[in-house]
C-alpha cells in the first residue's frame, strides 16, 4: 500500500498547464440549460487561462466536454425510443455537440464513452487498480437504484407509507438485487481522500460549501463499492478486462474520460495531468470529491488540482420538470435571446454557491438593460454616424484631455478605468463571473455618465477647433473604456466581444490580459465599417415575459406528445 505521505509528497503544487473539463452528461435525456451552465462556466474558466497564461502555454490550454453513454439507463432509454443503442447514443450526443457549438464551447476534445481510445484507457485504468490490489472479487447484495446507478447502504434510503424505499438523495426507487461482482476497497483509501480535499485549504473545493459536505461525508467510514454489474443486467458498458461476465461500473467508466481526454495511458498524457479545474454539479459531488481522488490515489495518480461544484437552476422557483413542463431547452430559448444573450444571463446570474432562479422576465429586463442600453448604446454613440461621421477613432488631444480631468465625471472614469482589470482578474480567479460583470457594468455606467455630462454632441454642433479638439477627445476616452471592457468580457461573451473589438479595430495579437493598460490612440485609427448595432434590444409584441412562458410549455406538451 503507498501511504498519503509517500504519494501525496509527490503532487505538485505548480501547475504548467491548463486542464478544465466539464462532467459528461449522460444521454439519457436531451440537453437542458444546467447542462449548458456547467459548460459555460468551464468554457469561461478555460478562456481566461487562454487570456492570461502567456504564450509559452498556449497550446497546453486544454478544456474536454461530451457524452456519457453507458449502463441500464442507457438500454432502457433505446428500447423505449424503439431503437438500437447505437443509434440513441448517438442521437442524443449530437444534440449536446451542437448545443456546445451554438454556445461557442470551444472545447479540445468532445469525448464520447463509446470511443475505442476511452475503452482502451477504462481497460489500463482497470488494470492498475488491480496491480494495487484495490480491487476484489465478492458477493454482494444490496439497495440498487437504477436511474443513479449506484448501490445504497441503509442510512442513505427513506421509506413511504406502503413500504416502498427510496433514494434520501434523490428520491428515487430502488431495489433488492443481489449479485457477483468485483469490489473496490474504499475503505483503505479514506484517509488518502480525507488529506487530499483538505489539501490547499478552501481552494481545493470551491465553494467551500461543499468541501465542507465532503469532509461530513469523510467522518463516517467509507464502505467498499462495487464495480461492476453482470454482464446479463448490463450488457451496454466496457467489459471487465479478463472476465467477459461483467461490465465496468458505469461510473467509473465515466470518470475516466478525464484521463482519456489527456492521452493516458500513453506516458504523453503526464504533461496534461492532473486537471487544473473541474466543474461539476453538486449532484455529483461524492463521486468527483470521494470515488474519483480514491480511484486515482489507488492507482498512483494525481487526484484533480481544485473541483469547482455549481448549484442548479430552478425555473420561477420550481425545481426543473418534466412533469410541470418547465424545462429550459436553451437553443429555444436563444432563438429568443442570441446565444450569446443566453449565455451572458447565466453566467451573470448563476452563483455557485446557490440555486440559480431562470425568469424569463429577468432574462429580457438584464440583456435590453445592460447588453442593449449599457454597452450596446455605448458603442453606437461613439460609431454612430450623427457624432462621428468619418467613422474614425479619434487621437487624443493632450490639451483637451487636460480640461476633462478637472471633471468630475472624468476623474470617477478614470478610476473606474484603472481599477477594472485587477478588479475582474480577481473575480475571474475565484470564479465568480457575476462580479467580473458587475465591475465591467459599473465602468460602462461611470462611462454613460461621462459621455451624458460632457455632452460631445453638443461640441460637434461648434465650429471652433477646440470645441472639435474635445469632441474627439471625449470619443477617444470613451472608445478605450469599451475596447478594455471587450478584452475583459471574452472569457464571457466571446462572439460579442469579438464583434466590438471588431469594429474598434483591435488586431488580434492585441486582446490579450496584458493589453489592459489605459492606451489612447495617438493617431486616427479608421473604425471598422461593420454596423454599430451590438446587441439589438429585445421587444416582443406584447413585451410580456409570461407569453413566451405559455409558448413553451405549449412547446413542451407538443413534444412530449410526439415521443
Known sequence: MVTKWVLLRQFSTQVQHSFVTTPIFYVNAAPHIGHLYSSVIADTIHRFHRLTLGSLVQGD?????????????????????LTSTEDYCNAISSKYRKMFDRFHI?????IRTTDMDHRYAVEAFWRSLVASDSIYSASYAGWYCVPDETFLTDSQLKENEQGEKFSLESGHPVEWTEEENYMFRLSRYQDDVRHWVKGLGERRIQP????????????????DISISRPVHRVSWGVTVPSDPSQTVYVWLDALVNYLTVAGYPN????????????????????????????????????????????SHWTVDNQKMSKSKFNVVDPNERADLYT????????????????????????????????????????LSRCCGKALNPASVSPALDSEAFEILQKIDATKRLLDALEEMPAKAYNHYKQFNFYLVVDTVIHLLHTANNFFETTAPWKLKKSDSPKDRAMMRTILCVTIEVLRQAGIVVQPIVPALSKQLLDKLHVSMSARRWDDLK??????????????????????????????????????????????
Open 208 to 223: 467551500d460549501k461543499f468541501r465542507r459536505i465532503l469532509l461530513d461525508y469523510l467522518e463516517e467510514p467509507l464502505p
Open 61 to 81: 490550454c486544454l478544456l474536454s466536454t461530451g457524452t456519457d453513454e453507458h449502463g441500464l439507463k442507457i438500454q432502457q432509454a433505446a428500447v423505449k425510443h
Open 267 to 310: 506516458d504523453s498524457f503526464r504533461s496534461h495531468w492532473p486537471p487544473t479545474v473541474q466543474v461539476l454539479g453538486k449532484d455529483i459531488l461524492k463521486f468527483h470529491g470521494i470515488y474519483w481522488p480514491a480511484f486515482l490515489i489507488a492507482a498512483k495518480l494525481e487526484p484533480p488540482q481544485q473541483l469547482l461544484v455549481h
Open 339 to 378: 446565444y450569446e444573450g443566453l449565455r451572458y444571463f447565466l453566467l451573470r446570474e448563476g452563483v455557485a454557491h446557490s440555486d440559480g432562479n431562470y425568469s424569463d422576465t429577468k432574462v429580457l429586463r438584464i440583456l435590453n438593460s445592460e447588453l442593449a442600453d449599457t454597452l450596446g448604446n455605448l
Open 518 to 563: 489605459i492606451s489612447f490612440r495617438t493617431e486616427d485609427v479608421s473604425l471598422s465599417q461593420d454596423e454599430s448595432i451590438l446587441f439589438r434590444r429585445i421587444i416582443f409584441p406584447t413585451d410580456n415575459a409570461t407569453d413566451i412562458q405559455h409558448q413553451e410549455k405549449r412547446s413542451l406538451k407538443k413534444r412530449k406528445q410526439t415521443t
Open 106 to 110: 470551444d472545447y479540445t476534445r468532445f
